[in-house]
């Protein structure tokens, strides 16, 4: 990396060459780095995750099967929730707003260089805090979901929950944090001529995202400071007994977790977006509808929460009124849909693995979104909620939908980052074993919900016909796993041995194919102006691709900085100190300021 | 007219048909899936399931339509020498407006009978019903019928073809009541009095559980629904209006009623005229129950003193402690409870 400001170690010899590598890594504000950071670490949350998944399909392969202990079971689906919501797709999303964004729009870095390093450490440390607690007494066990009254102290005594509440709380400051970064980053570094109709789609779901989470994570932010007093001075936000109603909880809640499914959602849609005319050599088809759908989804998110609650007893009148705003906010997403088939129609579609994930996203989402209008519909979802169809809903959405979207990423930009390209061959064979292991693990789940199993429990009975299918989902999850090894072995091997690339291996369209592969530190030498949403397949792109490379004198960048991972690490122990005590706070606390004043009085020059 | 009915009753009958194949292929009755939601016997489940194939049909509809454009757009554009170059496409107005058009006119078609089975289903009960109040408790159900004065646990007897109105509340956390022959589930909240209602039509034992995470037995919070006929219900009753057998004070069950009065059971659980305690089910006719803690184990003598031995053993987390009591007390108190019939 062409940075200038990394202190280099005296000695010589390789120790202190990797101390020195290791040290530019923590001190980083480039926001490619910190992009490779965020990719790296929600990879190796993702596997965990995965990890938890697998323990929980063994345990279900059987009938009261005693792999596991009930506690342990809880506490692992707790955390694999948990882990691919906050730690796994939020971040993976993140990952490629910092990495693709910056370039897309033709900038030099995000508007906070320092804050978005931040993110990162903050996301990082509340990961590694919030998976602690599996050697500390015992991980969360009541659901990513969390309900009252079963959070309260009386009946959750142990310190789980406080690990729970505390860690979403430190990545909600991380997610916060960027989501800010990338709002002002997006509307006020975007290169001349880009005006907000010519911004590519990814970069507008980014921005669409980045305001879901400015509005939605306050409001998990309140319901975890109310649960939180709850559980530390005795207030009582949730406690029946002092007359408090823990639908409260639910409404908060899912005030949050609707949005957060499109916070979810949206960056696979825009990276499919982006892969999609790629490949078929043909712009988007009705850009304008797609990013409207995509604005008015965002929007829509804020008015459906309780179809989540159907089985609490709103009424008739509520559960109506959910239900239609619930079906309205279909019609947009199959308008996506809609459109991006539209732009392969006519095209040249070349089924490079990008393009598979791509085209294998739709057809996922597709399903999920099916199952979704089926519990949008309150009385059939009375039947559905809250079993294993649910589950199958939810995977198809998320696995078959944000995690197939991040691959279609991840094969699609990895020579932008790396220089080199993931191996084709192994690209196909991931995309199959996956798209068909994950229809054996889930597809079963939609019938075995429906014949009667509930979700969340960590044995059943034999003789409910649950037996065959679950062990086709047990089945199912191990091939996901060997999907998933063929897909490191692929990226351990061509991140040293793949095979090199230009700039623009793929003909893109937008502005991040006209700079080298990786970039240089700066990104663009001249910033370019902006004609057209795809410039570079106007007929003057090969000027621009030549003009944004030419160096025109000196280039400032921001210097690197420990503080932000100063700051951040005294922010995680001070909120540690929660529950690990004065020892934890009280630096953690002297730290933060040091952090924050250092970072504030720092010369950025 | 006439004929588009028929049709569109034929294409719901195939796409019904298409659903349902993989779980008629595996010879789908509710003797195999005993807790399925696809099988009502009841006019609520009735009602959900009339409702769930208008909802089958259409999504089958658009499943094959627009997973096949998908396939078709793939194959038919796939790159391949001779493919002519693509055109600069940008959109089109007429077809954007065309498929936004299209999945809300879909989209009425099943919000309207949903609205419909929304207010069907919650309406008020019909005059007549048998009233239940059932009450949820960290793993189990407890079961009240305030015009008979009876309570029991885990089993929930009803008569066949009169209204159930059942009222829900919990003593605990939340939990959903839910037995999926009836219709759907519906959550018991802290502070809260839910309530639902539906009219068993076929004989029978149906299995249902806890469906909302309520901690760490959730899963063994299950119970059974017991349809019967109007004769053998109104016996059920009366056996359970019968004050509790008292036995023999020399025999076995003699000396295991004195456990069971010495031993702090009498703190947790009621026998009545005996006993108060309310934290755990009511014993006065646990004799003539089929299972036992949350429907999880046959009431057998066997099992009834695997229980009493140890618990949180049998069922993590149970609030009922271990006791330590010796065997021959358990063979006694086992001996007793087992008389209560
Ligand atoms: C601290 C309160 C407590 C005490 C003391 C207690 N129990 Fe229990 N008992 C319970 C609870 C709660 C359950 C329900 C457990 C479950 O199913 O999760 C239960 C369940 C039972 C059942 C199963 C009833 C059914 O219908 O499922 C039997 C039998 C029983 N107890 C017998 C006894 C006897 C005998 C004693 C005294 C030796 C005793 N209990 C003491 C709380 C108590
Ligand atoms: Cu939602
Ligand atoms: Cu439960």
Avoid at chain 1, 45 to 63: C, K, N, S, T, V
Avoid at chain 1, 539 to 553: F, M, P
Avoid at chain 2, 140 to 150: A, C, H, K, T, V
Wanted: hydrophobic share 50%; proline share 7%.
């Amino acid at each position: 990396m062409a940075t200038t400001t990394a202190p280099v170690g005296v000695a010589t010899g390789t120790r202190t060459s990797f101390a020195a590598g290791v040290w530019s890594w923590i001190t980083t504000v480039d926001h490619k780095r910190i992009g490779v950071l965020y990719g790296v670490t929600a990879f190796l949350f993702f596997l965990i995750g995965g990890l938890e998944a697998l323990l929980i399909r063994i345990q279900l392969a059987r009938p009261e099967n005693t792999f596991v202990s009930p506690d342990f079971y809880n506490q692992l689906f707790t955390m694999h929730g948990t882990t691919m919501i906050f730690l796994a797709v939020m971040p993976l999303s993140a990952s490629f707003f910092n990495f693709i964004i910056p370039l897309q729009i033709g900038a030099r870095d995000v508007a906070f260089p320092r804050l978005n390093a931040f993110s990162y450490w903050v996301f990082l440390l509340g990961g590694i805090f919030l998976n602690l607690s599996f050697f500390l007494g015992g991980a969360p066990d009541t659901g990513w979901f969390g309900y009252s009254n079963l959070t309260s102290k009386q009946f959750s005594p142990g310190h789980g929950v406080d690990f729970w509440a505390i860690g979403l709380q430190v990545l909600g400051i991380s997610s916060l944090a960027a989501a800010f970064n990338f709002i002002v980053t997006i509307i006020n570094l975007r290169a001349p001529g880009m005006k907000l109709m010519r911004m590519p789609v990814f970069a507008w779901m980014t921005l669409v995202t980045a305001f879901l989470i400015i509005l939605a994570f306050p409001v998990i932010t309140v319901a975890l400071v109310f649960l939180l007093f709850d559980r530390f001075v005795g207030t009582n936000f949730y406690v029946p007994a002092s007359g408090a109603d823990p639908v409260l909880w639910q409404h908060l809640f899912w005030l949050f977790g609707h949005p957060e499914v499109y916070i979810l959602i949206l960056p696979a849609m825009g990276i499919v977006s982006e892969v999609l005319p790629t490949f078929s050599r043909k712009p988007l088809f009705g850009y304008p509808v797609v990013v409207y759908s995509g604005i008015f989804i965002g929007f829509m998110g804020w008015g459906v929460w309780s179809h989540h609650m159907f089985s609490v007893g709103l009424g008739p009148i509520a559960d109506s009124f959910f239900a239609l705003t619930t079906m309205l906010i279909a019609i947009p997403t199959g308008v996506k849909i809609f459109n991006w088939i539209a732009t392969m129609w006519g095209g040249r579609v070349e089924l490079k693995t990008a393009m598979l994930f791509a085209v294998g996203f739709i057809a996922m989402f597709i399903m999920g979104g099916l199952s979704g209008v089926m519990h949008a519909s309150p009385p059939a979802d009375l039947q559905q909620t809250d079993t294993y169809f649910v589950v199958a809903h939810i995977h198809y959405v998320l696995f078959g939908g944000a995690i197939m979207g991040i691959f279609a990423g991840i094969y699609y930009w990895f020579p932008k980052i790396t220089g080199r390209l993931l191996d084709e061959r192994l690209g196909q064979i991931h995309f199959w074993l996956n798209i068909i292991a994950l229809n054996v693990t889930f597809f079963p789940m939609h019938f075995v919900g429906l014949l009667g199993m509930p979700r969340r429990v960590y044995t059943y009975a034999p003789g409910l016909g649950f037996d065959t299918m679950n062990m086709i989902s047990t089945v199912g999850v191990f091939a996901i796993v060997i999907a998933t090894l063929v897909f490191i072995v692929n990226f351990l091997r061509s991140v040293r041995s793949g095979e090199t690339t230009g700039s623009d291996p793929w003909g893109g369209a937008t502005l991040e194919w006209a700079i080298p592969s990786p970039p240089p530190a700066y990104n663009f030498a001249s910033i370019p102006t902006v004609h057209s949403v795809h410039p570079l397949w106007e007929a003057d792109a090969s000027d621009l691709i030549k003009d944004v490379n030419r160096v025109r004198g000196p280039i400032h960048m921001p210097p690197s900085s420990y503080w932000p991972a100063v700051a951040a690490l005294g922010i995680a122990l001070l909120m540690s100190g929660m529950i690990f005590g004065w020892w934890f706070g009280i630096p953690g606390l002297l730290i933060m300021l040091v952090g924050l004043y250092s970072w504030a009085f720092e010369p950025c020059h | 007219m006439a004929a588009s009915a028929r049709g569109t009753r034929f294409l719901r009958s195939i796409s019904a048909l298409l659903v349902l194949l993989p779980l008629l292929s595996l010879g789908c009755t509710l003797r195999q899936f005993p807790q399925s939601s696809l099988h009502p016997q009841a006019d609520y489940a009735s009602q959900i399931q009339r409702l769930l194939e208008d909802l089958m049909f259409w999504v089958v509809v658009i499943f094959v339509l627009v997973e096949g454009a998908l396939v078709v757009a793939v194959v038919r554009f796939r790159n391949r020498p001779g493919l002519p170059e693509p055109k600069m496409t940008h959109g089109h107005t007429g077809l954007e407006i065309g498929w936004t058009i299209a999945p809300a006119v879909i989209l009425a078609f099943i919000a309207v009978p949903t609205v419909v089975t929304i207010f069907k289903t919650q309406s008020k009960p019909p005059a007549g019903a048998l009233e239940v109040k059932v009450v949820g408790h960290q793993w189990w159900w407890e079961f009240q019928y305030p015009g008979l004065d009876i309570t029991t646990a885990s089993e929930l007897h009803v008569p066949i073809g009169q209204p159930v109105a059942i009222s829900l509340q919990t003593a605990d956390v939340i939990h959903s009541f839910w037995f999926p022959a009836m219709g759907g589930k519906r959550d018991v909240i802290p502070t809260h009095t839910n309530a639902m209602w539906f009219t068993p039509e076929k004989i029978g034992t149906f299995p249902g559980q806890c469906a909302e995470f309520c901690g760490v037995s959730h899963a063994n919070m299950r119970m059974k629904l017991m349809v019967q006929s109007r004769e053998d219900f109104e016996a059920w009753v009366a056996a359970q209006k019968r004050p509790p057998v008292e036995p023999d004070s020399t025999s076995l069950a003699g000396k295991g009623k004195q456990v069971f009065l010495t031993a702090g059971c009498v703190a947790c659980h009621t026998i009545a005229g005996i006993s108060p305690g309310t934290i755990g089910p009511n014993l006065t006719h646990v004799g003539t129950r089929t299972s036992l803690a949350g429907a999880l184990y046959p009431n057998t003598p066997e099992e009834m003193a695997k229980w009493i031995q140890d618990p949180p053993v049998r069922k993590p987390g149970s609030i009922m402690p271990k006791l330590g009591l010796a065997p021959d007390q358990i063979a006694a108190v086992v001996a007793y409870l087992q008389s209560l019939k």
